[in-house]
């Protein structure tokens, strides 16, 4: 069965887009960043459905949405919807795209926003398809790091933590490849980076360097250090958790050594892994970081809506 | 020579011969290949001597010639089987199958929570690696080798 989907601009992973794509996004997001409040979608309306909940990326894709003026549909519990009648999310999709614009979709399964973009007639925008991709952030991170260096080009970039299970560190990693940057992977022995990214370092070119400590003298070169948390629930010894818990927490001790550049990001929600007094510090990027996620999802609505960077810079309108 | 192995089964005058399926494999590449549909004569015969494989199976079929598309569903459970095109008593040709660029519907994903184990969906890989038999899923972009996934 063929959809209508003529020209599919679903967002469905940033993993294969292009250098110009991705600056191309970036340069729309700024945009978003010096005037948020726009009528670019006034006349659509925008479904969020979240199978699983995430609040946090759910009110940043619907403050997007509202700050475009568009009007905001969705579920953000799958408890109160048929899905658990047992609907199928076809069923569920191909419902929703007979009210929806675009649907914004986070979904436990993997794959499952693929898939709805190929029976969906209207974009999909993907929020998070389980442990797979959640291009939305990533695009954040890159916002974030490219408007506090300056540039996506040549930094040191330093990734903390769990960086097995961490998502955001592998789309992060995939993306930055066409930007010649230095890795340092710092992670417990249980948790370091899997095989598979090294050798996507390797197959791209990309220089990395492994780490078990985490010191001052460690992160003395970093341009950005994006810290993940280490969760308890993913050793398989708890010995080992327990050895090393302590290690991979960022205190404001450490940063004495660092560049002045230095920016310290996180997908957040943080529980211990950096304390309360690096909050003071101007190098402290996390909370900013969740708002450029606002900037970046309004240029993601409209670019997979067909909006372009020059129509959002001609646009005057209040 | 070999031939005289297959003319102990029965002499075929046109149609396809596939030799050399693992015996284990014997019924799934009868199911892959849908026999149970057609009408010409089919002759299946296993667990004849080999000298490569200890024991194999072999599938002659009367007038059905196979697209290549068709014989590399094989690729997945018998790598190394061969087809003998036969015309008028001879063979004409000879085939081997080849490992296709993509997989659809032939496989199972390995990822329990990938959306194809929990959707009513054909499943849909890329081939990364010919040689190693190495697979991605389209869908949860988990890649997996041939080896260790199910057919569905």
């Known amino acids: ?318 | 020579m070999s031939d005289k192995k297959e003319l102990q089964v029965a002499a075929l005058k046109n149609g396809t011969v596939i030799d050399h399926i693992p015996s284990d494999r014997l019924f799934t590449v009868v199911s892959l290949l849908d026999l149970k549909h057609m009408d010409t004569n089919i002759t299946i015969g296993n667990n004849f001597e080999s000298k490569k494989l200890g024991k194999k199976g072999i599938i002659k079929i009367a007038d059905r010639f196979f697209t290549d598309e068709e014989i590399s569903k094989l690729s997945v459970v018998a790598p190394n089987v061969k087809l003998n095109i036969i015309r008028d008593y001879e063979v004409v040709e000879k085939k081997q199958v080849v490992m296709p660029d993509e997989l659809k519907g032939i496989v199972k994903c390995n990822n329990p929570k990938c959306i194809t184990n929990n959707e009513p969906m054909q499943t849909w890989f890329h081939v990364i690696d010919k040689e190693k038999g190495l697979l991605k899923c389209h869908y949860c972009e988990k890649e997996q080798l041939k080896d260790n996934i199910k057919l569905l």
């Open chain 1, 1 to 318: 069965m063929k959809t209508v989907n003529m020209e599919n601009r679903s967002l469905v992973t940033i993993a294969n887009h292009s250098k110009e794509r991705i600056l191309y996004l970036l340069e729309m997001a700024k945009e978003f960043e010096k005037k948020p409040n726009r009528r670019l979608l006034a006349e659509k309306v925008v479904a969020t459905l979240f199978f699983e909940p995430s609040t946090r990326t759910r009110l940043s894709f619907e403050t997007a949405a509202n700050r475009l003026g568009a009007r905001v549909i969705g579920f953000t519990d799958p408890k109160v919807t048929s899905s658990s009648k047992g609907e199928t999310l076809k069923d569920t999709i191909m419902m929703v795209s007979n009210y929806a614009d675009i649907i914004v979709m986070r979904h436990y399964l993997e794959g499952a926003a693929r898939y709805a973009s190929e029976i969906a007639p209207v974009p999909i925008v993907n929020a998070g398809d389980g442990a797979n991709q959640h291009p939305s952030q990533t695009m954040l991170d890159l916002y974030s790091i490219y408007k506090t260096q300056g540039t996506l080009e040549n930094l040191n970039i330093y990734l903390v933590g769990d960086l097995k299970y961490g998502r955001t560190v592998h789309s992060l990693l995939m993306a930055m490849r066409h930007f010649n940057p230095t890795f340092h992977f710092i992670a417990p022995t249980e948790l370091k980076m899997p095989e598979e990214y090294k050798l996507y370092c390797k197959e791209h070119s990309i220089k990395y360097i492994e780490h078990t400590d985490f010191t001052e003298d460690t992160i003395a070169d970093a341009d950005i250090l994006y810290m993940t948390r280490v969760q308890r629930e993913r050793f398989t010894d708890l010995m080992e958790y327990e050895r090393v818990k302590d290690t991979y927490i960022l205190n404001s001790r450490m940063l004495e050594k660092t560049r002045p550049n230095l920016r310290i990001l996180h997908p957040l929600p943080r529980v211990n892994e950096i304390t309360y007094d690096v909050d003071e510090s101007p190098k402290a990027y996390y909370f900013q970081q969740a708002q450029n996620g606002l900037y970046a999802r309004e240029a993601i609505l409209c670019d997979v809506l067909g909006i372009t960077l020059d129509e959002v810079r001609a646009d005057t309108n209040r």
